[in-house]
């Protein structure tokens, strides 16, 4: 158990829906990071947030945006959902941004987009 | 921009034998370098890291060298065990310790 929680586990929904993934990081950890994996583009990392703020953009597409709230849990949000979004999504945390830091990841979301 | 390149797989090995599962990064400054392995239905788990030139990580008697000179973090491990199976990915972070990582490679160990 790494400590990072996911919810929900898996999530099952139809094109042009709106969902919300929700991530709790390490107890201590300020750094938030989401990633996407999937058959076609592996792992590929999506947006970084550290003590709330975003610090670093990835591959993320205009329809997912996400937050980290002053209790330091992240929401990614994805709208507008095409069959193309279906993946697992994970969190992870780390205690700073360095990139020295070992990152802990959660057990993942994953997003079935019928 | 930065990049890891690991051997395709999957690669299958009987228990007990050698296992090496190379990896080659193109990056600018010093990033650091993780092995990272996922096992079925789960998400990463950190396998060991280095963060500087000539560092070995060594974990579960898995190790790998940071070689700066050939740009390179192989994972090596002298016995493998049934319990080895999983999907293993090299990955550097850079700026913001945002991690890259390589395709994967999948190693299946037959008893």
């Known amino acids: 158990d790494s400590g990072v929680t996911q919810t929900p586990k898996h999530l099952i929904t139809a094109t042009g829906q709106r969902v919300t993934l929700r991530c709790s990081p390490r107890?201590?950890?300020?750094?938030v990071y989401w990633y996407q994996q999937s058959l076609d583009q592996g792992l590929q990392f999506l947006i970084q947030y550290y003590n709330g703020e975003e610090r670093a953009k990835g591959n993320i597409l205009e329809r997912f945006s996400a937050q980290q709230f002053p209790d330091l849990h992240s929401e990614l949000n994805l709208s507008s959902l095409e069959l193309g979004d279906s993946a697992l999504y994970f969190c992870?945390?780390?205690?700073?941004?360095?990139?020295?830091?070992?990152?802990?990841f959660g057990p993942g979301t994953r997003l079935t987009v019928l | 921009g930065n990049s890891v390149t690991q051997m395709e797989g999957p690669v299958t090995l009987s228990e007990e034998a050698f296992l090496t599962i190379n990896c080659t990064y193109t990056a600018t400054g010093y990033p650091s370098l993780f092995w990272y392995v996922q096992y079925p239905g789960e998400g990463l788990q950190l396998l060991l890291k280095a963060t500087k030139a000539d560092d070995k990580g060594s974990n579960k008697g898995f190790e790998a060298t940071y070689r700066k000179e050939t740009t390179s973090f192989h994972l090596e491990k002298g016995s493998v065990q049934v319990s080895d199976s999983a999907v293993y990915f090299c990955a550097l972070s850079g700026g913001y310790n945002k991690l890259i990582f390589g395709a994967g490679t999948r190693l299946a160990v037959h008893p």
């Open positions: 107890s201590g950890d300020l750094s």
């Open positions: 992870a945390s780390s205690l700073t941004e360095w990139w020295t830091d070992t990152q802990y």
